[in-house]
């Protein structure tokens, strides 16, 4: 039994298998999986779109005969002055090929003037999974924080440098991997995904 992680993203994969080491599986990502067919990810919620990934690429895999456990996830930024924007679309912000150092700029533009109180945002992550029995199942997770004044730090990616954690008196992008990975909307949505599978028969009767 092996997981096929529906991303493409090597940041992502790179936090999945941290948090995913102590189940002692193989975790590929659609690349390694020789997957590369267009998903439309064309859903309204996070719930929807996490669900589309993780269903093509549990389709494609039956097409070939192969056996996984297919996991999918969708994540974004909502920023809750900008009427949850990006949210869905937070890849697609501002155009998919545009740098986050433009994006970052943009959404601090368009914050100017607002007082901390209402500079509320947080990240989203739902993680799918389809299991080979053709059963399904979801976690969401959120981590909260304010949009900064400025652009902070070198870790992480895509929004993290201007996503600062009052609670941690840190921006997204200063912090460690591994603190990251503890905290994380990602961390804790594949954390809550890890004890599903732990419990779940395809593992208990291995
Ligand atoms: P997805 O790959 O369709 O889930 O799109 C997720 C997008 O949301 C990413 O491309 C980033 O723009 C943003 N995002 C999600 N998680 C994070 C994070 O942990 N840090 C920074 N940006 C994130």
Request: charge should be negative.
């Given at each position: 039994m092996?997981?096929?992680?529906a ?5 992502k994969?790179k936090?999945?298998?941290?948090i ?9 990502s ?11 990810e ?22 070939r005969?192969?056996?996984?456990i297919?996991l999918?996830?969708d ?9 949850k ?11 998919e090929?545009?740098p ?9 533009k368009?914050?100017e ?44 990616f895509?929004?993290?440098?201007i996503?600062?954690?009052?609670e941690?008196g ?5 912090l460690?991997?591994d ?7 990602r ?5 809550k995904?890890k004890e599903?599978?732990k ?6 009767d291995?």
């Amino acid at each position: 039994m092996k997981i096929v992680f529906a991303t493409g993203n090597e940041g992502k994969m790179k936090e999945i298998r941290m948090i995913m080491s102590d189940l002692n599986i193989e975790i590929k990502s659609m690349k390694e999986a020789g997957i590369d067919i267009p998903i439309n990810e064309d859903g309204l919620t996070f719930e929807e779109n996490a669900k589309i990934k993780a269903s093509a690429i549990a389709d494609e895999l039956a097409r070939r005969g192969e056996e996984a456990i297919v996991l999918a996830d969708d994540s974004g930024l909502e920023v809750d002055y900008l009427g949850k924007e990006p949210g869905v679309y937070s890849a697609r912000y501002m155009g998919e090929d545009t740098p986050y150092s433009i994006k970052n700029a943009n959404i601090i533009k368009r914050l100017e003037g607002v007082p901390d109180k209402e500079r509320t945002a947080r990240f989203v992550c739902v993680i799918a999974a389809a299991m080979p029995d053709g059963t399904s199942y979801q976690t969401r997770a959120t981590i909260e924080g304010i949009i900064g004044y400025e652009e902070r730090g070198t870790n992480g990616f895509g929004y993290d440098p201007i996503f600062y954690l009052p609670e941690y008196g840190k921006y997204s992008a200063e912090l460690s991997p591994d603190e990251k990975n503890r905290i994380s909307h990602r961390g804790k949505a594949l954390e809550k995904m890890k004890e599903y599978l732990k419990n779940n028969k395809t593992f208990t009767d291995k």
